[in-house]
């Protein structure tokens, strides 16, 4: 293993990563302690003094035009509440900061272990913090009219609590609670319509793979195999496609009562998948889980190279991320072939380096001088940032987080791949 693969090295990596998107996008809300929140985006000074306020920023229906963040962002912190809410993109920075503290714990969960210095909260605890954030600005709910996003938030608050437990800082009540509410949720949006499967909405006219499958995950990490089985037979009947190994992103009846498949094929979508599938484990599961993953790596990978492709900026900004994070749980699980798991690892790894590789330092003047040790990452890993997100563009906290899940999960593969050739006894 190469220095610049060992284990140090990816950690040293994964913190980078969580300083630079803290440092730039983390905020307490409207100024409250005990708070924490991912700004939408953050904008630095053009060199040239000038803002570029529409540059590497999604146009998305509704009036979503840069223009507008880059007058907000001089408000703050009011545009925390006047910005749009992404809720999904909260609960995955709560996974992100989980990850980081699983490290911290790693090093022995002391001051000198955190990710942002001794002086500064832990991972954990920041995560915490976040969770209050959330239930704040969501309007002192944790739920709201998407069964994905509210599924993505229970599988969060789960890993924090263990977390807290293995620290030995017990977790919060809170985080129970939150759970046993949306799990009601969940329970709601599954349905014998369709055939089976959660809906997406509360619109009910739509049941996909985006919302299937982290809830499927949610039941099994919380011992409702049954359930969680019934959701990946569905998906597995209704939207795998054996010509690609993949599956495709939903279905809903149309007027006639036809069942009409929605047939785009997303890299987010493989990810809890897999992850329900080696969490229940079994034969069939896991046989279906090493065809995935032989899938991700022939057909979601950007033109000859084995680094994964990405789905660009807004919520796609994530996605290619959320599928790291479980393919670096199939690299280490020795009931998969030696040659899947090997397949998951480089597809992680490979990753992470061009998004490490094609990474820019925070430039001069572009921002306050805490932040010139910093970095952006580009929003697509086989394109570097410099193109992707030049000084003064807009860039986007999906689009950062996805970086940085998928430093956390090369540093988790190296960490499973160095523990394997370890002496016994060492």
């Known amino acids: 293993m190469t220095s610049s693969n060992s284990l140090t090295a990816w950690q040293d990596r994964a913190d980078h990563a969580a300083q630079s998107v803290t440092a730039l996008f983390g905020r307490k809300l409207l100024f409250l302690p005990g708070t924490h929140l991912g700004a939408v985006l953050w904008q630095g000074r053009h060199p040239a003094g000038q803002d570029q306020p529409g540059a590497g920023l999604s146009q998305e229906p509704g009036g979503r035009r840069g223009w507008l963040f880059a007058a907000l962002r001089r408000v703050r912190p009011a545009a925390a509440l006047v910005l749009p809410w992404h809720y999904w993109w909260q609960a995955h920075y709560v996974d992100c900061l989980v990850d980081t503290g699983r490290r911290e714990l790693g090093g022995g969960a002391t001051p000198a272990t955190r990710f942002n210095g001794p002086d500064r909260p832990s991972a954990g605890r920041l995560a915490s913090r976040l969770v209050t954030g959330i239930r704040l600005r969501n309007a002192l709910t ?181 599928l790291c994070r479980y393919l670096a749980l199939a690299a280490a699980d020795t ?12 597809l992680v790894t490979d990753t992470a380096e061009a998004f490490w590789s094609g990474r820019r330092p925070v430039a001069p003047k572009e921002g306050r001088s805490r932040l010139e040790s910093r970095s952006v990452f580009s929003l697509h890993a086989a394109q570097p940032a410099a193109a992707t997100y030049p000084p003064g563009a807009v860039v986007e906290l999906s689009t950062q987080l996805q970086a940085w899940m998928t430093l956390e999960a090369a540093a988790a593969v190296t960490a499973s791949l160095s523990a394997r050739s370890a002496p016994a006894g060492t």
Not at 253 to 259: D, I, M, R
Not at 335 to 346: I, K
Request: charged share 25%; glycine share 10%; hydrophobic share 40%.
């Open 142 to 322: 944790f739920v709201n009219n998407y069964y994905d996003d509210m599924a993505w938030l229970a599988l969060a608050t789960l890993r924090l609590d263990r977390l807290a437990e293995e620290t030995r800082r017990p977790g919060r009540r809170r985080n129970a609670t939150v759970r046993a509410s949306l799990a009601l949720q969940f329970d709601a949006a599954c349905t014998d319509d369709l055939g089976g499967g959660a809906f997406w909405s509360k619109k009910r006219d739509f049941k996909n793979t985006p919302a299937t499958a982290p809830v499927a995950l949610f039941y099994a990490r919380t011992g409702q195999h049954g359930k969680a089985q019934a959701l990946l037979d569905w998906l597995d009947a209704t939207l795998f496609d054996q010509d690609q190994g993949l599956y495709l992103d939903g279905a809903r009846l149309n007027p006639a009562g036809e069942v009409v498949l929605e047939r785009s094929v997303y890299t987010y979508n493989q990810g809890p998948v897999l992850g329900a599938l080696l969490e229940l484990g079994g034969d069939a599961n896991l046989a279906r889980a090493a065809v995935l993953v032989d899938a991700v790596g022939l057909k979601l990978t950007a033109p000859g190279s084995t680094v994964l492709r990405c789905e660009g900026t807004g919520d796609g900004g994530l996605f290619t991320g959320i």
């Open 335 to 346: 009931r998969l072939p030696e040659a899947t798991r090997a397949t998951a690892a480089r």
